[in-house]
């Protein structure tokens, strides 16, 4: 007998008869994908059948159950991506369902392998210690790229540990990947020079998957601290193979541009934490990007709660990783955010500095001085 | 000036001025994602800005408003990925917003290169001319390699054209992927030395990328007619790579697996159209699988029927490309089918034969000849 692993399921239905109708059916379509009456006895329907294992009420205005489903490591075959499909394939084509919890067995959080820095490495690298992090973000698209690394060399000057691409940066005519990954490590080297930090560059290696491979390798080789790709585009096993690679030793952010669909409406996909929280551990990635409450998505206050619990609690002995909390952040928002997060998060702050009357420098070690008082 | 191209999105508002500025602020968004008043003049204002070339208010009972909005290719920078990005990135996590068409240029339609064989390519392949196309799965995951041959045997015997993998089949121990292959291309090539008929096997190769890419190239010189790969867990980049390459030169198919958050809400993500019509088309994809109105999943007629559309419409010359639609389809369904359809789909029926009386063979027949009948 193969181990098992659990996925939780919120469903809607009007009773736990139904409940337990959908809970089944979802068992039953996540694995042998044949009418019930068609799955042969022996092996077959009793290790690969999904079960449901638990049925319960879901506590919350939005009523519907709570089922459990428990499937084989045997439906998995030791493939990362089958077990993404395990935990929610076709099932994603369903209403009324929604991906609340995923529970790892020893199996297979090897087979996910993790984050290989995680949130603590991450900290040892940027050398933070007692603060949250900060990471800005050089654009817009279009600007040569001296003028991006201008502004990278300014974000680092004012405190930032990772200046980062925006995500559509790309390989444009106006600052091609290799001029605008030297000039801006070269940029960030020269504000730690002058500040006595440890800042870096974090290029966007987005892009066909044997690019953005030797782009990774490419930004190692050039000083880059860490690099940034989108699985919504890019597909849910690249950070893997990056954080499992030989050859290949930064760390990993993800972007979720692209994959929004993913959590935004409250009855489909998959919760917030599981998405932004459990996924990201999942595929090997050391921090999410993704929209803070207050800017200008619309991610509620315990949705991104949700978030930072799910890249911080234990999970199957994969790192915790940073949750890294953008979109239309400025400093007045500054309080609401450490409630929330304290100090393990990375505020992603951005388009406020371009704009601040102090300059970017000035505006961004403002915002390193509130945010990172106790 | 570089060309530019138009991205048409729904928006919820309550009124003219509203919809107005949502959709320049997705224009802005999707482009230089900074503050509108830090965006600098000249270059970057005038052609990387996204500009709303049209708002009209959206015919039909949701209400809300359609908004053109046009971009530059010099946003795009020759990514096909930045394609997909700048049509809907970050505005991907916003609700009250979906995608209801794209509308390329020559440039960009060189770019994504399109699918190398299309629906008539498929019929070409397959020597089937005026009638639809049929398709299998072998399933469930569990059975031997040796079993799931012989339901392949038998589908091909019963007239299906393709037989493909299920997309839970993948390389557990229970069917290698290369033992698999193997024995399913020789079972459908005996079945077609008893019909003199063309039929072919169709893997699932979705896997990591490096992984995918070989199991392809093994494909194809195994003898395979087709490979599968689902493009929401590997990423959308995937298909081009294989329909671009000089050394795979197959038909591929799509599945939609782990992305349906990105059509099921009326209010978010993309109309089924675009997802699945012209997104396949741009990725390369020769035919793609969704599921069928009246099956177990909840598309509409309607809605199949817009897939059915963005399949065969004209698309800046993007060769057309073969519906799949299954999930619980059976020969009562043909006469809905044939009436929604005509002849310019795949049947993919899988489950329903398992459990026909008749047997696998002769249910395939019969549901052969109902569809084919004029």
Request: aromatic share 8%.
């Amino acid at each position: 007998m193969a181990d098992r692993f659990t996925v939780t399921y919120w469903i809607a239905a009007a009773s736990e008869a139904e409940a337990r109708t959908r809970a089944e059916a979802v068992a039953l379509e996540q694995t042998l994908e044949i009418p019930r009456d068609a799955v042969p006895r022996g092996y077959i329907e009793d290790e690969l059948l999904g079960r449901v294992t638990a049925l319960v009420p879901h506590e919350g205005q939005q009523g519907g159950f709570r089922a459990e489903v428990s499937y084989s490591n045997d439906d998995v075959g030791g493939d990362f991506l089958q077990l993404l499909n395990i935990v929610f394939g076709n099932a994603s084509i369903l209403t009324g369902l929604r991906v609340i919890d995923i529970a790892l067995n020893p199996e297979l959080a090897t087979l996910c392998g993790g984050p290989r820095f995680g949130a603590a490495g991450l900290r040892e690298r940027a050398g933070a210690h007692g603060r949250p992090l900060f990471m800005s973000a050089i654009k817009p698209v279009g600007m040569s790229t001296a003028e991006l690394a201008d502004r990278a060399y300014q974000f680092a000057l004012g405190g930032m540990d990772f200046v980062k691409d925006d995500h559509g940066l790309v390989d444009q005519a106006t600052s091609p990947f290799s001029d605008r990954l030297a000039a801006c490590v070269e940029a960030v080297e020269k504000a730690n020079r002058e500040t006595g930090g440890r800042a870096s560059f974090v290029p966007n290696i987005t892009a066909e998957t044997s690019v953005a491979l030797a782009r990774a390798e490419q930004a190692q080789r050039a000083g880059a601290g860490a690099v940034m790709l989108a699985p919504g585009l890019m597909g849910f096993d690249v950070a893997r193979t990056l954080a499992r690679s030989e050859s290949f030793d930064l760390p990993i952010v993800t972007h979720p541009t692209f994959s929004g669909a993913s959590t935004i409406t409250p009855t489909t996909g998959f919760s917030h934490r599981v998405f932004y929280g459990q996924m990201t551990r999942m595929m090997g990635a050391d921090a999410v990007v993704y929209p803070n409450f207050g800017g200008r998505f619309g991610f509620s206050e315990d949705e991104c709660r949700s978030i930072a619990t799910g890249c911080a609690e234990d999970f199957a002995g994969l790192k915790p990783v940073l949750p890294t909390p953008g979109g239309g952040m400025n400093i007045e928002k500054v309080p609401a955010m450490r409630e929330v997060y304290g100090h393990d998060v990375i505020y992603l702050v951005g388009g406020a500095l371009l704009r601040a009357p102090e300059g970017i420098t000035e505006a961004a070690r403002r915002l390193v001085e509130a945010a990172s008082a106790a």
